[in-house]
Structures are given as structure tokens and as C-alpha cells.
């Protein structure tokens, strides 16, 4: 129902990066909050994943691994960023954007994620958020001053307590899971949320096999049910690892390819 679309997102499969963001600020700025963050974070891994040595933004954190503090970087180089193009530009003051990324290395991924853009698990038909919102009403249902249902009909739905390029540092969520065989990933932006259900989402991710097939069923969903917001989703499905033939020549052409396929 938009005419503008405020979301963004990549899908770098050279790499294993995937990078979903949802902008905001009034007129077109939302769009270029967004999709600063998606290049920002692209650029800088594939920066990273061809010279090891390119700078780390930030003090790195001793507890995640090296793909992690990579991905944190870039999330924090992001953030700094938008801030600064809404700092220097008066035009774009107040933009900002929310960030979801998953980073594969093999089948370990870091999932890096600011404000109300979800990431999700279905493993084995449990459905599970892997991202807590820094949304106001999410705060209010973790303090216990709002139960869920609230949340969902509150006005406030929107307010985020955390975003990119709205301050000149962020506090960056990071996480690190093994995925495995079966496994379905789902990065959404709130579109998606606000309009289909965890358990319909659940079922269809269950239901369509095929991951594009899935992320399509979804869209579809959200704009059935009004479609009031933009709608971006990526469906990221882990396949067994190729054998045989084909597999041998696979990795001998792609000697640092991962060997499972996504
Ligand atoms: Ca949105």
C-alpha cells in the first residue's frame, strides 16, 4: 500500500551474507537510511573477507569469534554511517534504519541484529525468535507492564528504543548458532510481523519447502491480510551436503566453497 519502499536488503551468496534493514524518516530518507545499511554491511565484510587486516570498528569482543566481531564492525561502521549523512545533511535529520544479518562460516552463523527486524528458527517444528525487539512496546512486555496482546494493539507499536544512525554509537546485538540439516532461517522486516502471525508463519515455513517458495507464500500473507507496510523477507533453508561426483567437482572449482549448500 506504500509508494515508496523503506526497505532494503541483500542476499550475497559469494560470501554467505545475508542483510535485511527497514529505514525511517520522513520522505524518501527512510529508503536511504536503509539501504546505507545493507551496502555498508556488505562492503565491509567482503572488504574484510579479502584482506583479514582491514580495520575492526570498535573494540572487538573476546567472547564471539572472529566472524562475529567482523560482522559487529560492520554494523557499527553502518550505524556511523547513517549518523554522520544525518548529521551533515539537514534534509535527512532524524533517519535511521533497523538491521538484521546473518553471516555464515560453514554451517556456524553470527546473526547480528538492532531494532524491530526479526530473525527466526524453525528447527524440527519449533518456531523460535532468535532476535529480542528494541521496540518500546517489547521493553514494556519484558518488564512485565504490558502483556503481549497490548503490544500488538498499542499505538506506540513503532517507537524503537534502539536503531541505527540515531546516536553516534549503538549497541549491537550479536548471537552465534550452529545451524543444522533442516534447519529454516527467516529474516523479516516488521512488515511481516504486524500482519501474519508466529504460528501462520510457522506453518508456511513447514508447508512450502522450496525456501523461495516460502518467502513468496509470505509476502503474500502480509498483503492479503492489508499489506500496510513494506514486506521483505529471506528465507534461508540449510540442505544436506551434496555427495557424489557433482559434489567433488563443486568443491574442487570452489576449493574454499562451504560444503553444505544452502
Ligand atoms: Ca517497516
Redesign the pocket.
Known sequence: MRKNN??AFRVDPEIDLYVLS?G?GGQAHGEVASALAVDTVTCHCREAKNDPDVTLYGDGRPDLCEHSNRLLSAVRLANRRIFEAATQNEAQEGMGA?IVAAWFDDRRMSLAHVGDSRAYLLRAGSFEQLTADHSLVAEHVRRGTMTPQEAEASQLQ?VLVRALGTQDQVDVDIDEQILIEGDALLLC???LT?MVTDPEIASTLSTYEPAQAAADRLIELANEYGGE??VTVIVIRIVAEPTGLMARLRRQSKPTGRPGGK
Do not use: L, P
Request: glycine content about 8%; proline content about 0%; aromatic content about 0%.
Open positions: 523503506e526497505d527497514d525511517m533497523t513503532n522486516s516488521d512488515g504486524h507496510d513494506n
